[in-house]
């Protein structure tokens, strides 16, 4: 069996006063990308693309998973026969609300569901998830899963591969003025652990968009810009691992070099955190009012 996949990312419009239309925009965009690129096997688009804002508080449109909405895109991951990663989601278990990616196969069936392990604290104020999320395309490959700021996290990215992931999905919403850096963290994490990096982020009233495909050398595959974009792209798994085996460009071998070192897995950040000298001076976390009284 070929270890290529066929992947969409779909960076579209979130209408903040009108979910109803985002939400048919993706369904229609989905069914007419696996009609025009029938090898297309897995779609998967942005953050929060689907989930209404709330009136009061962000929070208060949070939904249950499974529910009403993931029915409906399971149905739609069945009609198309597509893998489908419908971006994430305000999830609400119990009293605890997360920002939760969901995995349908083409069967319709939930297979996986991440929890975003880092919150963009302290704006995002929601609960933690503290499960590495990787599912299998039987015979292909297997994927990892992270939100947005989660990119910022070398670690976790790390552990990713670790278990075995060749991609790694990175559905994003952001707008703000660190858009720049993220577009240099998406190769990078990329060259580092040898894998497949595919962000794709929403487009709001804010701005956003400029979603970005890196190769396991870091190569930039596709990068987009602030507009609506379908974004197609065949990946070769046996890439991955001839880079794994072999090193980038022929010549770094990093997982083997890992795996050799002296050091093995003790290193001092994860085996004793919170002694770190660089947590001893750190402040509070929280949202700065006025620049005059941040800590220097």
Same mark, same amino acid.
């Given at each position: 069996?070929?270890?290529?996949?066929?992947?969409?990312?779909?960076?579209?419009?979130?209408?903040?006063?009108?979910?109803?239309?985002?939400?048919?925009?993706?369904?229609?965009?989905?069914?007419?990308?696996?009609t025009?690129?029938p090898?297309?096997?897995?779609?998967?688009? /942005?953050?929060?693309?689907?989930?209404?804002?709330?009136?009061?508080?962000?929070?208060?449109?949070?939904?249950?998973?499974?529910?009403?909405?993931?029915?409906?895109?399971?149905?739609?991951?069945?009609?198309? /026969?597509?893998?489908?990663?419908?971006?994430?989601?305000?999830?609400?278990?119990?009293?605890?609300?997360?920002?939760?990616?969901?995995?349908?196969?083409?069967?319709?069936?939930?297979?996986?569901?991440?929890?975003?392990?880092?919150?963009?604290?302290?704006?995002?104020?929601?609960?933690?998830?503290?499960d590495?999320?990787?599912?299998?395309?039987?015979?292909?490959?297997?994927? /990892?899963?992270? @939100?947005?700021?989660?990119?910022?996290?070398?670690?976790?990215?790390?552990?990713?591969?670790?278990?075995?992931?060749?991609?790694?999905?990175?559905?994003?919403?952001?707008?703000?003025?660190?858009?720049?850096?993220?577009?240099?963290?998406?190769?990078?994490?990329?060259?580092?652990?040898?894998?497949?990096?595919?962000?794709?982020?929403?487009?709001?009233?804010?701005?956003?968009?400029?979603?970005?495909?890196?190769?396991?050398? /870091?190569?930039?595959?596709q990068?987009?810009?602030?507009?609506?974009? @379908?974004?197609?792209?065949?990946i070769?798994?046996?890439?991955?691992?001839? &880079?794994?085996?072999?090193?980038?460009?022929?010549?770094?071998?990093?997982?083997?070099?890992?795996?050799?070192?002296? &050091?093995?897995?003790?290193?001092?950040?994860?085996?004793?955190?919170?002694?770190?000298?660089?947590?001893?001076?750190?402040?509070?976390?929280?949202?700065?009012?006025?620049?005059?009284?941040?800590k220097?």
């Amino acid at each position: 069996m070929s270890r290529k996949l066929g992947i969409a990312g779909l960076q579209l419009k979130k209408d903040a006063q009108n979910p109803t239309a985002t939400l048919e925009n993706f369904v229609g965009t989905a069914r007419w990308v696996k009609t025009t690129y029938p090898w297309v096997d897995l779609i998967f688009t /942005g953050e929060l693309l689907l989930q209404p804002y709330g009136k009061n508080d962000w929070k208060d449109e949070a939904i249950n998973i499974p529910g009403e909405l993931t029915e409906k895109l399971s149905n739609l991951a069945q009609e198309i /026969g597509c893998w489908l990663v419908p971006g994430s989601f305000l999830e609400i278990d119990g009293s605890e609300i997360y920002n939760t990616a969901i995995v349908f196969n083409p069967r319709g069936v939930m297979v996986a569901k991440y929890r975003k392990i880092y919150p963009w604290e302290p704006f995002e104020d929601i609960a933690k998830g503290s499960d590495f999320v990787v599912f299998e395309i039987p015979g292909i490959t297997k994927i /990892g899963l992270v @939100i947005c700021y989660d990119l910022w996290f070398p670690e976790l990215f790390r552990t990713l591969a670790w278990m075995g992931a060749e991609v790694i999905l990175q559905p994003s919403a952001t707008y703000t003025p660190d858009r720049d850096a993220e577009l240099i963290l998406v190769p990078a994490q990329a060259i580092m652990n040898q894998c497949y990096v595919l962000n794709s982020n929403i487009i709001s009233s804010k701005g956003g968009g400029r979603s970005i495909f890196a190769d396991p050398e /870091g190569r930039i595959l596709q990068q987009v810009g602030t507009h609506e974009e @379908i974004m197609t792209e065949i990946i070769d798994l046996e890439k991955v691992a001839w &880079v794994r085996q072999n090193g980038s460009f022929g010549i770094t071998p990093v997982w083997k070099a890992l795996r050799d070192s002296a &050091v093995g897995g003790n290193f001092p950040p994860y085996q004793k955190l919170l002694e770190g000298e660089v947590f001893k001076d750190l402040g509070e976390h929280k949202v700065q009012k006025n620049i005059r009284e941040w800590k220097v």
